[in-house]
């Protein structure tokens, strides 16, 4: 996070607004990785393209992007295309910080029980994800593993949410970072 702070205000938007424009193809978030693990010269198109030309405008993008933009993409791959499309239309909405506090409200609690747990969520972390911005959330929640009811704020915690929701955790605090630049 504080190495993302460090970034400019340029490099976090097209690093935000183009990861976005990439959330629908895995593929293209594959190559920018591979790009820059083997700090490959060579140019890509499109969203990936514009992301490596601003990022190698400057000379110290080798040890200043690479790392925190590769950790970015290692949380955004582990989650499932539907999950993908559905943080797409969370920037979109602009909703990431509250999903980010829902998702640390149910992490924090429960991430050191190996055992089913009930939960129940917390309506004034509900209450600011209302109509589509909920339905959008509880799919996020529900694809890490989480059985969630619409206008129910119960449910269990389940050990196999534990990866998939740090990683969904992970990828809404960069992303939120990003979208206040």
């Not at 990439?22 to 790009?35: D, G, H, I, S």
């Not at 040890?63 to 979109?92: H, R």
């Not at 909405?93 to 149910?106: A, F, M, Y």
């Not at 509900?126 to 509880?138: A, H, M």
């Amino acid at each position: 996070m504080d190495v993302l702070a460090q970034f400019s205000k340029v490099v976090q938007d097209v690093l935000f607004y183009n990861i976005l424009d990439m959330l629908e193809n895995r593929e293209a978030l594959y190559r920018l990785m591979a790009m820059l693990e083997l700090e490959s010269s060579e140019s890509l198109d499109g969203p990936a393209g514009r992301i490596l030309n601003e990022i190698r405008k400057d000379s110290r993008w080798e040890w200043v992007y690479k790392d925190t933009i590769l950790y970015l993409l290692q949380a955004i791959l582990v989650l499932s295309d539907t999950q993908l499309d559905l943080l797409a239309q969370s920037m979109k909405k602009r909703i990431l910080l509250h999903q980010q506090e829902l998702v640390r409200s149910i992490l924090e609690p429960n991430f050191k029980y190996p055992w089913f747990l009930p939960f129940t969520l917390k309506p004034e972390l509900l209450s600011p994800l209302q109509g589509e911005g909920l339905v959008i959330t509880y799919g996020l929640l529900e694809e890490c593993g989480l059985k969630m009811e619409m206008n129910n704020p119960k449910s269990t915690w389940d050990l196999e949410a534990k990866v998939p929701l740090s990683a969904l955790y992970g990828t809404l605090l960069l992303l939120q970072q990003l979208a206040e630049a």
